[in-house]
């Protein structure tokens, strides 16, 4: 006989505890939960996303900083790199975080059990667990996929023989490659690129288009791409990859560009084409589940199209693959299995952000995005020298932009590419999610001199020349 319970949660990363834990509560612990998954707790973000690449962007940040001359008199050093220890320090990070926000937390839910093992659908209310020879069935009056995002990988002939890295197995190198290919140029491409360059390597991205995202307007791609070109990372766009080997000091993409094709050797392979939904081998039909290769389809409220089964994180069909928006996705998904009265998820005051120097961070739509959904708007666009704080800094390739309605003023979007620029996206939510206007903006006095101040000057540019006005001025 299958085992039962309340809620069978097929992952064990940021939604699926999420929404463990929330279930929890709403209970008061007294649903018999389950949580069904591979590799260590805590899914991608812990282990292989957010927190291993962020220490490798401050890392390298410290090391090229330590390096630059910024200000006159100050005389900076070449330091040097150990990267076996660096790398070594990383991977301790990730452990001591997944101990303290994983493993350590699930062992307060004493009504949650977790399952090793790959899950798949024998009818709409049963999963079957393979745990290589092992076999289990589990029964749930309710469940969460949550089984998250892996990454793609192109078929180029040759690259497995040749052999390959992705974002979730770089980690494990011990050595800094000296040259390294990256192929695709999306947010994860980017971060990696610039820290590897920062760090020694001789980074080349391999793009085929000349965009990084469709989502973020082309000034603010431009900035980045000139930044990361200013710390030496080559571009090279327009250019597919044929093909790969191997050779006798490295490996060998063959590429086609203009017309023709080159053959470029490189130490080290980093393929970086974004992320897939995990909906493979879960056998989804069988439990009456509507998917493509885009991820599961479900409602406003993350209902499937199987009424008892709701999916929350990387694994839906949605624009965006966060782990804040999977951790908030599992909690409105188990809010809404035990409350009746259902909660949406808020997808337009979901702040984003890619970690490179300078930071880059978005909530609400995008100039373009409006243009293309037929959206009214009006915008504004300062750069990093019109801000006294930018001119402190000595910064330069950032900018600040704020959508607003032209008819009522209401602001609908906020972009930044600056210093901090993650840090200060959280005003823009705000006042989004409070449906400010732009005289809200501007009424609120803002600390002198920051960076953030350049969200209230855009503000203040949809009314006043900013040559004409003095520091502060309200």
Known sequence: MPEEYDLVILGRGAAAFSAAIKATELTSGQAKIAMIGVGPLGGTCVNVGCVPSKYLVEAAKSKFEGERQTYPGII????????????????????????????????NYQNVRIFDGKAAFTDPYTVEVINGKDRQTISGFNFLL?????????????LPDAGYLTSNDIWGIDDLPDRLAIIGGGFIALELGQSFQRLGSKVTIIKEHNSISKTIDPEFQQAMIKSLEEDGVEFLTGTSVRSAKKSVSGKILTLWAGGKTLDREFDQILVSRGRKPNV?????EKAG????ERGVKVDPYLMTSNDRIYAAGDVVDQAYQLETLAAREGSI??????NPEKMKIELNSVPWAIFTEPQFASVGITESMAKKEGIKCTCRTL???????GRILNAHNGLFRV???PDSGKILGVEILAPYAAEMIMEGVHLIRNGAHLEDLVQATHVFPTVAEGIKLTGQSFFRDMSKMSCCME
């Open 333 to 338: 998904a188990a809010s809404n299995i035990y």
């Open 403 to 405: 959508i607003a309605d």
């Open 289 to 292: 589940i509507e998917y493509s």
């Open 146 to 158: 949550a089984t998250g995002s892996s990454p793609v990988v192109p078929n180029i002939p040759g």
């Open 383 to 389: 750069r990093i020298e019109d801000i006294p704080k």
């Open 76 to 107: 900076r050093n070449r330091g040097s790199l150990k990267f076996d220890l660096l790398i070594e320090s990383l991977r301790s990070a990730v452990e001591s975080e997944r101990m303290e926000k994983y493993e350590n937390v699930i062992k």
């Open 280 to 284: 493979s081998g879960l056998n989804l």
